[in-house]
Structure formats: C-alpha cells, structure tokens
C-alpha cells in the first residue's frame, strides 16, 4: 500500500522561504518574443541555471537539511544521485557545516565525478548496486542522514 501524499501548506513555504533566505539565489524569469511568436501566448522561462550549483535542486537540498533538527544534522548526510541533487545537496551540506557523502552509480559520466568532489565537505563513493536501500544501509549505519527529496 503506497503511503498518502502530503502535499505543503502555506505555512511550509513561508518556512521554506524564510530558511532560503539570503543563502538562495534570485534567479529572473525572462521571456522571449520568439518563444511567444511560436506559441501564441505568452512564455516565461526561469532561469535556475544562474543558482548556485546551477540548478534548482539546490533549493530542495538546502532547505530538507536546514530544517534537519541539530542532533540529525549533526550525523551528516547521504544522497544517491549524479546530477544536480548530488551538486545541491554537497553544496548545502558544505554551507551547513555537515558530513556529506554522495554516492553515485559507477557508470556515472566523468565530468560529474570532477564537477562534485570540490562542493563536499567529506567524500564521494560510487556503488554498481541497483537499489538505494541495499547501498544506503552501511551509510545509514554510520549515522548518516539518507536525504530523499
């Protein structure tokens, strides 16, 4: 049985936002009279490429972990991921002062084996496993936070 979604309140963002504060970016929506032309309406795009590590994952990943009570931070954090959630979370986990160890598949592309190392403040692993339960276990062993946003 799937477990009941539980969609934020108001109250959640505001909090969201209150945390994010002066740490993320405010990236511009921008629009484009040739993407308008095509369209025949109006569009907008936000560009999230100008936040830091260049995604809008950096968001999620900063706000799950501020919003981690002391002793949890304090245990550091695991993410599975080798796109910009592993980027966000390494970032965020720097900024906070937390151990954090990015784990990702051994057939991850080279340039993000490159681009992440210098944004973690611990280490980097690479797993051939196929679930993140069977990779998560020593880590969560370690008392490492699994981070699932």
């Known amino acids: 049985m799937d477990a009941p979604v539980i969609l934020p309140t108001v109250a959640d963002v505001d909090e969201a936002a209150r945390r994010l504060a002066g740490v993320a970016l405010h990236t511009p ?3 484009s009279a040739a993407l308008d032309d095509m369209t025949g309406g109006r569009v907008f795009l936000k560009a999230e490429t100008l936040q830091r ?3 809008f994952k950096f968001r999620g990943a900063y706000n799950k972990l501020a919003a981690l009570p002391p002793e949890q931070r304090a245990g550091g954090v695991v ?3 080798s796109g910009n959630h592993a980027q966000g979370v390494a970032a965020a986990a720097r900024m906070l ?3 954090c160890v990015i784990v990702m598949p051994s057939t991850s592309i080279g340039q993000m084996k490159a681009v992440i190392p210098p ?3 611990s280490r980097l692993g690479t797993t051939a496993m ?3 339960t069977s990779a998560m276990t020593p880590l969560v062993a370690h008392n490492l ?4 946003t």
């Open 119 to 121: 944004l973690l403040p």
């Open 79 to 81: 993410a599975f991921s």
């Open 97 to 99: 002062g937390m151990r």
């Open 145 to 148: 936070v699994p981070l699932i």
């Open 53 to 55: 590590t260049g995604s």
């Open 130 to 132: 196929t679930t993140t």
């Open 29 to 31: 929506l921008l629009s």
